[in-house]
């Protein structure tokens, strides 16, 4: 099985029209993706690799039903976009702009609430259910993406969109496949946290373990880490937390822009020692991540 998108989920794009969308959504239809329809206010009646181009999510869905849609437009119009494919009822949001003012995906993320729909990113590279569907941009290009995931019984939840491919492709490389894949996004208000996601993949019957990767900034993995030492987990939980080098370097940025540490919070070391607390397992170096999956599946 999988979580937040299968075989059967129809997908719309916003922004298709854009070089970035309409390269992905080619990618994705030569994976076998649905995407069904796109939306671009103005470009109406034009196709792009095929799909149709409406106005506005709702002219789309009158048309082409869809349960999901990738958003990737300029980030001043990022708001509007998200609003209205919650207003029209799409279950599954993922976002790919980065660097979305806080207020306005505050009030995304509070709509969503309300509506009962799910939000990935932003700044996000999407959502993968190996030999099912893609849901965004993860891995590239449709043959890429062969190489690197697989089916199989690993969940992978990761702050970093390039890194879902890389571990997704450790494992595959191991022999270990993968159930679904998120992107959970790098800015430092996202949709869907590590906490937030783990109940789909407990609630998996075919997930056997979940991966996750951490990075510094944000309060994410203490927060999986105070859930899991209170009331644990049926899944092993294999962890490796990137930028250990920071807690030796007040002061360096980094890409994300969620990696902002606090003092203590958000270190990598406050991070490493609450996860092993929890009984996670966390790797040494990202190498391990497989043979510490299949220690914890035998």
Known sequence: MAILADERTRIIVQGITGREAATFTAESLAYGARIVAGVTPGKGGQ??????????????????????????????LLKDAALEAIENGLQLVVIV??????????????????RGSRVIGPNSLGVISPG??????????????????TPGPVGVMSR????????????????????????????????STFLELLPL??????????????????????????HLAAYGSRLPIIAFIAGRFADRM????????????EGGRGSPAAKIAALRQAGVRVADHLRDLPSLVQEAIG
């Open 47 to 76: 196709e792009v690799h095929g799909v149709p181009v409406y106005d506005t999510v709702a002219a789309a869905l009158a048309d082409h039903p869809a349960e999901a849609t990738v958003i990737s437009v300029p980030a001043p």
């Open 97 to 114: 702009t980065e660097r979305i003012p806080r207020r306005d995906i505050a009030e995304v993320l509070e709509l969503a609430r309300e």
């Open 132 to 149: 099912k569907t893609r849901v965004g941009m993860c891995g590239g290009s449709a043959d890429a993406v062969r190489r690197a995931y």
């Open 160 to 191: 970093s969109g390039g890194m879902t491919t890389e571990i997704a492709s450790l494992l595959t490389h191991a022999g270990l496949g993968q159930s679904t894949c998120v992107s959970v996004g790098g800015d430092p208000i996202v949709g």
């Open 201 to 226: 993949y407990e609630a998996d019957p075919e997930t056997r373990a979940v991966v996750i990767f951490g990075e510094p900034g944000s309060t994410m993995e203490e927060a999986l880490a105070a």
């Open 250 to 261: 007040p002061g360096v940025r980094f890409g994300h822009a969620a990696a902002i540490v």
